[in-house]
């Protein structure tokens, strides 16, 4: 293993960070910045803060052509989804189809695995865009767009807790290969995060991130309890539901 493999941080981690969790078109990165994949999750936080930064760019100009609030938010989940491939809501889709859909954790697993979508997904998908679109519009009209940042970078960085606490629930897939990242790396992926949602919302991001807290360890309860542990499907399903849950609280406070 190489000094760069067991550095803290590296100038790869960022680009790292986009290339696991985003479809940007990034340039081509040197082998050796994949043997660092495990610990470059503390880059996550700053990878949603790309993707929210561009998504909300977006809403900004539709603000100024006058769309309607409903609009603007549509528009920028769209960004958010096109940015990242739907890996996240694909990742929420197939969660809830598995977990609800099987009777044992192999059935569960089999199920998410496979392409097809069904009911419990489909539910889920029109239930979760439906709430996070009608949250990022209300934070569009109270001109607190700062909130849906603070939420993609807050969200990215509980993935990698689950990654560390959470053993693979099989041998394959992208969690699978990331690998369970250190402890030091998880801690300094919450602090960048609660830094930059602090900076951005000032006090009124504790509460939010509070919940967004307790909701990732429910979707780590509920996967421990139906498949033995966590996979890049949990994961996705926990970006998505830790990104609503703080853009709920948050609208609930202002």
Known sequence: MT???TAPFSMWDIPLALVLLTR???????KEAFTRQSRAVWAFPLAGLIVGALACGIGWIAIWAQLPVFAVAGLIVAALIATTGAMHEDGLADTFDGLWGGFTPERRLEIMKDSHIGTYGVLALLLFQILRITAIAALVGAEVMTGVLAACVYSRSLM???MTFLKNARHSGLSHSVGAPPISAVLAGLVVAAVLALGLLGALALIPMLFAMIA???VAKF?????????GD???ATQQITEITFLLTLIALI
């Not at 940007?24 to 040197?30: A, D, N, V």
């Not at 996967?223 to 996979?231: C, E, F, N």
Request: proline share 14%.
């Open 3 to 5: 000094k760069n493999d």
């Open 24 to 30: 940007l078109p990034l340039p081509r990165l040197p």
């Open 216 to 218: 990732s360890l429910i």
């Open 160 to 162: 990698p807790a689950l």
């Open 234 to 236: 949990i994961l996705g």
């Open 223 to 231: 996967a421990k309890a139906k498949i033995g542990g966590q996979t």
